[in-house]
């Protein structure tokens, strides 16, 4: 298995709901990340994971909590979320805690009404 | 922390064309730099990566060349197809910093 999955695809959720997007990988990555990435944006890093512990929070809100249960699962829980905050989420993992040989996911399409 | 600068934003070649883009960076300690091209409403998926130990790398229409002397370093694409329109992304990292600093993209179009 040689892919990151993100589930689910799409979501819509109003700004009072709590909702969570996963990630999951079995290459034996051990660092994965989040990503946020707006149209016609590049990808803005959120959080990082090394060895299933947080070791980058590029000053994201607190509004948006990372969990790795494991070396394979990655979640993010959305709370209180902004219209603003819509945009495609993005995981990514690599081998070690090095940048090389990312794999992306192919994204949570979030919208937030 | 580490800028990536990437001309032009928008590319427009004819089928059969070269096309050519360019990043800086500004991190000296930046070793690594990967290529993406990511298609509308798909995940940018790595086209080609180059190390700070080698000046060129080739993949069959596909090059990357590095200056580190001059913190840039540049994609081409030959003998260009309709399929290659996307936005492409540069990258640049540091072995310590395991996160990716993006480019801002540019939109590529061939025409046939």
């Known amino acids: 298995d040689t892919e990151v999955t993100q589930t689910p695809k799409h979501l819509v959720m109003g700004m009072t709901n709590k909702k969570s997007l996963k990630c999951e990988q079995h290459?034996?990555?051990?660092?994965m990340y989040w990503y946020k990435q707006k149209a016609k944006k590049p990808p803005e890093l959120m959080f990082v994971?090394?060895?299933?512990?947080?070791?980058i929070n590029e000053s994201v809100p607190s509004r948006f909590s990372p969990e790795c249960p494991n070396s394979s699962l990655l979640n993010l829980h959305l709370h209180a979320l902004q219209p603003e905050d819509s945009a495609l989420y993005l995981c990514?993992?690599?081998?070690?805690?090095?940048?090389?040989?990312?794999?992306f996911g192919s994204g949570t399409r979030l919208t937030v009404v | 922390g580490e800028n990536v600068e990437q001309h032009p934003s928008t590319l427009s070649v004819q089928e059969g064309d070269s096309a050519v883009i360019k990043c800086t960076y500004s991190?000296?300690?930046?070793?690594?730099f990967p290529w993406y091209k990511q298609e509308l409403g798909k995940r940018p998926q790595l086209i080609i990566d180059?190390?700070?130990?080698?000046g060129e790398k080739k993949d069959q229409r596909i090059a990357v060349t590095l200056n580190k002397t001059a913190k840039h370093f540049s994609l081409h694409i030959t003998e260009t197809q309709p399929e290659d329109s996307a936005v492409y992304f540069c990258?640049?990292?540091?072995?310590?910093?395991?996160?990716?600093?993006f480019g801002k993209g540019t939109s590529l179009l061939v025409t046939p």
């Open positions: 990514a993992s690599s081998p070690s805690a090095e940048a090389y040989g990312y794999t």
């Open positions: 290459m034996g990555h051990r660092a």
């Open positions: 994971y090394s060895y299933e512990k947080l070791s």
């Open positions: 991190d000296s300690a930046s070793n690594y």
């Open positions: 180059i190390r700070s130990n080698v």
């Open positions: 990258a640049a990292s540091r072995n310590s910093g395991y996160a990716l600093n």
